[in-house]
């Protein structure tokens, strides 16, 4: 099974060095020696946002999870590092106009031209050896049903592992994201024909060659060697087919250990695959090692002549003292159970195409490692046996003889890691193939931005006026129209989203105001009552009306409107004063009379036909609206709240409420947006709520609704987030005083520090100057400059403006 000399009488080839035997169940790799593996991918929590008590319970939970394993279990952690360099390509997207699929191109291109974008990722191999089978006839004594007393040894085993490996599994899954690695069916030749891929198997080709590409599986998945199809060349500097294979030994261990104390080789900007490998030593094997490691430093205290003539000197190694009573505490540990023992082997392993750069590799992340404690040599001799070593499955080569226990163990793999966000938009609604809302490139580590997490992308946005929100807003309505039918609603204040909305031709609302299109703008918010839903709500906005003048509303009160509302249903007048005529209670009439043509709000709200038209993209600007107070401004947001929910019919959209305090302060609205973010994610809409009033969201009562039903945060730099009062709102929507720190010292205007259950990251937004010009220029002068041109040169008002910002890039 190693050597089929039969059929190839040549001298054994790197296959043979290999120990991979079968596939036998999804997910489960049986080894050369009988042995069985299985792996994941996982991602723990962000390094930089999580404070030392955070990074120390991490290490705890891990280690208790790890003392469980003992002899004939290894375990190997893969932290890999890639380059990157795909942004979503054009052909994912759907933007439907010039504009957006500009600002996309430009993103694309900046994140394209700058270098040194690197991604980590984490596997965790689990390897286990089985005992040899004893061929005594115990087991029919054991079991008293027949189908154990009849299962062959290896079902026994494998079923063993299965069971295993799903407790760690669950184990893990409490403590960090974690992902099987299995077998995906992909069906061929129009569905004819499947065709079978395996991750683990991908992963192993990645760890032998350096090249990271689907692996597809033969009919019988046996005699797998075939996997190490590439050429080795042995030697000082071992040749891995056309690529030099370098090999970075991590040999002296510090005097203690803390949790992420390795953490920095996660920020280095070059491709490489960090190897530590642990094989578990049961508590009694431990001990027996650890005693002969004690007596081997109690012969070393008193001299030679001293134990030999039986003499007493002064003569005492102090070192071989304390290493005594070092070895003593471990043995006290290994009886505890508290922590298991074992043999750790960590490796660091570059590729590069140049003999001369892979030194210079190898030599940097030697002195980073040296750096930070550690002793580090670059392998020569041993280079082949350490990269066999550093294989998923490998039990045998380079074994390092210093036993450590898990607790150092848990502090000395990769767990934290730099997130990077999710490659496909997570949200199950949308196509499976989907790209994330927006990528930037935020340092050596790339970042996606997806607002959904699963299927919620309810969104709490919060900081100071003036630290980029207004921008944010805009570029993530602008990248949400890269998904096919996505619209957007937005409420904005102060037109910090119009260049945008005009830019894409979209229906641009000043609701109150003496001008432009808020001036023709009229409501007939009882036109529509062709369904008993449409005529309840008629009645319910009627009763708001109603009530906003001060008259209670009595259960006649009630009856007259739903009267009237019926009867309304069957005629052709529908506007306000055609109630107004019909409903027979005077008190009714007085109270309404504000809203018709005679008073203040009938422009508004009294029209005969609805001017309002609802398309892929659309801004309210509410600011003149809510200086009108109360009385005015509920009437016609909840008007606009129910033709929105009436446009919300399974395609992707988007609710920006800009300046989210105004409404969070008022009970109807309140309601509204609790009912919003409890129902819309059905409708597969997200409603994003920006606040620079941290106060008014405290004060709301829906702040423990706010923090469930958001699971995304987005927070703007504040420098006064330290200080008491503010402080405290940060600590309430579970922010710990690491994170607090990094909002408190991020750039305005620049940086962004995203929460979310899949992770947490301080980004920069990287806007380039076409971007800015659309989502960024929100000052006075530019959008009295942007409407000269919109009535000067109608819809190609963009080409002009990129002109006078000298960008000639509009096509």
Known sequence: MVALRSLRPSAPSFADLVPYAGLVDNGIILLKDGSLMAGWYFAGPDSESATDFERNDLSRQINTILSRLGSGWMIQVEAVRIPTTDYPSAERSHFPDAVTRMIDDERRKHFEQERGHFESRHALVLTYRPPERRRSGVTRYIYSDTESRTATYADTVLDSFRRSTREIEQYLGNVISIERMRTREVPEGGGTRIARYDELFQFIRFCITGENHPVRLPEIPMYLDWLATAELEHGLTPKVESRFLGVIAIDGLPAESWPGILNSL???????????????????????????????????????????????????????????????????????????????????????????????KTESVRRLIQAEGFGARIETLNATDAFLGSLPGNWYCNIREPLINTRNLADLIPLNSVWSGSPLAPCPFYPPDAPPLTQVASGSSPFRLNLHVDDVGHTLIFGPTGSGKSTLLALIAAQFRRYKGAQVFAFDKGNSILPLTLAVDGNHYEIGGEAGEGAKLAFCPLSDLSTDIDRAWASEWIET?????????????????????????GAPGRSLSDFVSGVQMREIKDALHHYTVDGHMGQLLDAEQDSLTLGQFQCFEIEQL????????????????????????????????????????????????????????????????????????????????LKESCPTKICLPNGAARESGTREFYERIGFNPRQIEIVAAAIPKREYYVTSPDGRRLFDMALGPLTLSFVGASGKADLARIRELLSTYGKDWPTQWLNERGINRYA
Not at 681 to 701: F, H
Request: charged letters at 25%; glycine letters at 4%.
């Open 626 to 705: 809510m200086n009108m107070g109360e009385r005015n401004l509920v009437p016609v947001l909840t008007y606009l709240f129910r033709r929105i929910e009436k446009r919300l019919t399974g395609a992707p959209s988007l609710i920006i409420l800009d300046e989210a305090w105004l409404m969070l302060g008022h009970p109807v609205f309140r309601d509204k947006i609790r009912e919003w973010l409890k129902v819309l994610r059905k409708a597969n809409c997200a409603v994003v709520l920006a606040t620079q009033s941290i106060s008014d969201a405290e004060r709301s009562g829906i702040i423990d609704v």
């Open 266 to 360: 996660d920020l280095l900007p070059l491709t490489y695959r960090w190897s530590s490998r642990f094989i578990f030593l049961d508590a009694e094997e431990a001990k027996q090692r650890l005693e002969r490691t004690r007596k081997k430093w109690q012969q070393k205290v008193r001299p030679f002549f001293d134990q030999l003539f039986q003499t007493q000197s002064r003569s005492v190694d102090q070192d071989a003292m304390a290493m005594v009573a070092e070895t003593e505490d471990a043995i006290a540990e290994a009886s505890s159970q508290l922590v298991a023992y074992g043999y750790y082997t960590p490796m660091i392993i570059l590729f590069d195409e140049s003999r001369e750069n892979l030194a210079n």
């Open 545 to 569: 009306l109603v009530s906003l003048q001060g008259v209670t509303v009595t259960p006649d009160h009630r009856n007259a409107i739903s009267r009237q509302i019926g009867l309304m249903a």
